[in-house]
């Protein structure tokens, strides 16, 4: 029977046919969405910290109501994300949990610093950039509300991408202190975001169920590529220069080759050792925690509602 | 030419106070209780940044000498801000900034409701602009207050220190500063005695539902208006405006 049903949504799968929350899939399908989709909620929500550190020093009232509409916008993300998950049968509360635990992960790229305003731009244009390149292809995913919560996603992010790139023109530009400011940030915001597409190939052992089940379309290493072939092209009209000495035209591959990535600093950054994580993952909790008492006032104040209702009904 | 400058002074308090609330909402982007009001919050900061930009922009064209928006928002100090001491007090817990923004709504949207009719045509458009968007915030606001107050023990405890904490900044909003009494002679500004009583109207009855009861004290702060600010602002300004001065002239 079981063999059946497997069957039936791998048929469902190979023929595009998006799976729906209360269709029948594998309890590992399940659980993988449910790590996957929440890892990216929690993303979106730890991702407001780095960029929400600047919406009160923005240089200007034009550059500070689109940082701050577009910090707004990843809360808004989260919030689509989380609602994707919960279709899978976990609620926030329990995601939270995983993330205050550290039980559940978030993209490590938030674990930097921000430390000048032309990192506003390097985050717009490289991470949100190396994001676009992992979520365009999960509009396609086999999951129906997660396909549908990232084609909202992938609209917001492509504004989010150019507002970054035209900070990063602007400072490139500018004086020689905004020049400086922009390229210092292209040295410390490149190489992770090129870690963001995560561990190589043959060290990704999720690929190839994942592939299967048409959760992921593309390899982390072909993503990785096609980023660092258009930010290659890119930066020529910025003007600066990507901090990789070995970056170079292959004619035979058709692609740019590049220096080698760092990874015992990826996996570091995963453990838990990144310049910021500590930060990040207290302020989340610090939210949490302080936002208790609201929490529990407003449900409380539900309920003495529904009484008081309930009692005049009577 | 007095006329002028007047009507300068009266658009910049307009300016300050929306521009001091928004940055003060927007530091609890990233850091609210409940996601969807992160989410609220965020929009109201989105809102006054907005009315604040509307307003800057006309006062820079009314003063010339290539004032913009932002040499008017970044390039003044402390003593040339005209906004109301309220809006610059921290934000304090959920509660704090929840009645702050009640207090403010309220005033605002009976504010803009006469603006709307002002004799400047410009003030009255931002005004009627705005008065959606405050609609909005003074619903928002005041369901909080009542959810807040009439929710659990601690909540109504934190709600008490929070009136505790602003009652005496609330005056302010309703005494007239010089350039007010001008605008209002002049036919541009409202006379702030006759929104007074809507305010209080108002405030009660949330008040009523909301379980809380208004304090009794009479004395009330001020000086805010006329340049007069609280230790805070500075620190508001020297963390918003630094980019502004530590490369004077750049562009962004």
Known sequence: ?314 | MMTKQNLIDYTLHLADNALIIGHRNSEWCGHGPILEQDIAISNIALDYIGQARNFYQYAAQLQGNAATEDSLAYLRDVVDFKNCLLVELPNGDWGQTILRQFFFSTYQYFFFQQLQNSLDEQLAAIAEKALKEVTYHVRWSSEWAIRLGDGTEESKQRMLLAVDELWSYTGEMFQEAGYERLAVSEGYGIDLTSIKNSWDAKIKSVFEEATLSLPTVAWMQSGGKEGQHSEHLGFVLGEMQFLQRANPGAEW
Not at chain 1, 156 to 163: A, I, N, T, Y
Not at chain 1, 211 to 217: C, D, L, Q, V
Request: glycine share 6%; with cysteine; charged share 30%.
């Open chain 1, 1 to 314: 029977m079981e063999r059946n049903f497997e069957e039936v949504f791998q048929d469902k799968i190979d023929k595009e046919i998006k799976i729906e929350p209360k269709d029948w899939m594998p309890e590992k399908y399940r659980q993988t969405l449910i790590r996957q989709i929440s890892q990216h909620a929690h993303s979106e929500i730890v991702g407001m910290l780095p960029e929400g550190n600047w919406i009160t020093r923005a240089p200007n009232l034009r550059r500070k109501a689109i940082l701050l509409a577009k910090v707004q916008d990843e809360a808004g993300h989260g919030l689509y994300l989380y609602s994707a998950a919960e279709t899978l049968g976990i609620s926030r509360d329990e995601m939270y949990n995983q993330l205050h635990s550290g039980k559940a992960k978030y993209s490590s790229i938030f674990n930097y610093p921000t430390l000048t305003w032309a990192d506003m731009g390097a985050i717009g244009w490289l991470v949100d950039g190396a994001a676009i390149m992992n979520q365009v292809p999960l509009c396609r995913s086999s999951f129906g509300p997660y396909a549908r919560a990232m084609v909202r996603v992938c609209k917001e992010e492509s504004f989010h991408q150019r507002q970054g790139f035209e900070i990063l023109l602007t400072l490139s530009n500018g004086t020689e202190a905004q020049h400086r400011m922009a390229q210092d940030a292209l040295n410390r915001w490149w190489w992770p975001s090129v870690m963001m597409f995560g561990p190589k190939d043959d060290e990704s052992p999720n690929t190839i169920q994942s592939m299967r089940w048409k959760i992921k379309r593309f390899t982390n290493d072909e993503l990785r590529q096609k980023f660092i072939d258009i930010c290659t092209e890119q930066v020529k009209i910025l003007g600066l220069t990507i901090p990789d000495k070995d970056l170079k035209w292959n004619e035979v591959t058709g692609h740019y080759d590049f220096g080698t990535i760092d990874w015992d600093e990826f996996w570091q950054v995963v453990q838990g050792n990144g310049p910021c994580n500590k930060e990040r993952l207290e302020t989340r909790k610090k939210a949490w925690e302080e936002g208790a008492w609201v929490r529990e006032a407003a449900t409380a104040y539900a309920e003495k509602r529904k009484n008081r209702a309930a009692t005049k009904a009577a």
